[in-house]
């Protein structure tokens, strides 16, 4: 049986209380790697991954050596690199939750512009 490492990152992270988690992989593949982390760590279970079959739960997914996968058919090798992260991990917010930034000159951006020197405002 290989022994994988994975490291967690935020929200798996939080919920494991540790950085990375050792486990046996019987089958090779991701879906096993899922599997035993959810037998090993249970605080992942519900949050992380499902609690009846231990896969991932929407909005999570790994990271395997440097490509992000949801597919549980992938093959782990004892020297590959797993991460589990929150989909959502380092992505910009949604364009309705941003918060309008000011500009250099203190108003937010859309806020209409003072009139170009040499022109005279409508009114």
Same mark, same amino acid.
Request: glycine fraction near 12%; aromatic fraction near 4%.
């Given at each position: 049986?290989?022994?994988?490492?994975?490291?967690? @990152? %935020? +929200?798996?992270?939080?919920?494991?209380?540790?950085?990375?988690?050792?486990?046996?992989? /019987?089958? %090779?593949? $991701?879906?096993?790697?899922?599997?035993?982390?959810?037998?090993?760590? =249970?605080?992942?279970?519900?949050? +992380? $991954?499902?609690?009846?079959?231990?896969?991932?739960?929407?909005?999570?997914? @790994?990271?395997?050596?440097?490509? @992000?996968?949801?597919? %549980?058919?992938? $093959? *782990?090798? =004892?020297?590959?690199? *797993? $991460?589990? *992260?929150?989909?959502?991990?380092?992505? /910009?917010?949604?364009?309705?939750?941003?918060?309008?930034?000011?500009?250099?000159?203190?108003? =937010?951006?859309?806020?209409?512009?003072? =009139?170009?020197?040499?022109?005279?405002? /409508?009114?």
């Amino acid at each position: 049986m290989p022994s994988v490492t994975v490291e967690l @990152f %935020g +929200v798996p992270r939080l919920a494991a209380g540790q950085r990375a988690i050792t486990v046996e992989a /019987a089958g %090779g593949t $991701l879906a096993e790697v899922a599997r035993a982390l959810a037998e090993r760590c =249970p605080a992942l279970r519900g949050r +992380v $991954l499902d609690a009846t079959t231990g896969w991932l739960l929407d909005g999570y997914l @790994f990271a395997l050596d440097e490509r @992000f996968t949801r597919d %549980g058919a992938e $093959l *782990v090798r =004892p020297d590959s690199s *797993v $991460l589990l *992260v929150a989909s959502a991990a380092g992505g /910009a917010a949604a364009p309705d939750q941003r918060s309008p930034r000011p500009r250099a000159s203190g108003r =937010p951006s859309g806020s209409p512009a003072s =009139p170009r020197p040499g022109r005279r405002e /409508a009114g």
